[in-house]
Structures are given as structure tokens and as C-alpha cells.
């Protein structure tokens, strides 16, 4: 099956090689002798990670969000059987005020 982006069908495609490309495709791409000895060089030396005391404070918090669970169990089957037998209720001034406070984190 062919998916047709922005009206670019198969037959479309420039898939002709410039004469650049020819001549470098008959090349030899292996790298100099300096460009091996840099690149073991540096795979030698190992990389090098420092991280910033805001990340280390956001991964802490995010190992820390990892042990609640996604969904509290208890709430979800008291507001279901509230719904069920017709007590659960809503607050319509809480339910607006949140509209807003939502309204204003994206908007401003």
C-alpha cells in the first residue's frame, strides 16, 4: 500500500543520482588514519555525563511518583456506587471554578 503525502505520488519521487553523488559513490569513504586514531581516542576516554540538580530532583521525583498507583481503587468504587444508586453529587461551583483555573494555566 503507497500513502500519498501532500500530493506526492511514486511517480514523483526525483530518484535520479546527481553526477556529484556518481562520482562520490565510486569513492573510498573509509576515514584517515587521523580520523580512526580520534575516534578511538575517544571511545577510550568513555563519556562523561553530569547532570544538573534540577534533573537529579525531577528524577527522584519521578521515582518517588512511580510507587503511587495510576488509579485509586477505593475512590473509583465509591463514586460508581454513588453513581449507581443515585447520591453521588456535583459540585457545580467547584466544577466551574476548576473550568477557570484550567482556562487560565493554558491561556493565561
Known sequence: MSVDLNGIGPGQVNNQRTTADKSSGTQNT???????AKTQSQSARGDNVSLSNQAKNLKQLEQ????????DDD???QIRSALANGTYKVDAEKVAQKML???QSIFG
Open 75 to 77: 475512590r473509583i468504587e
Open 64 to 71: 518517588k511518583l512511580g510507587d503511587y498507583p495510576e488509579m
Open 101 to 103: 483555573d484550567m482556562d
Open 30 to 36: 573509509r576515514p584517515s588514519a587521523g580520523e580512526q
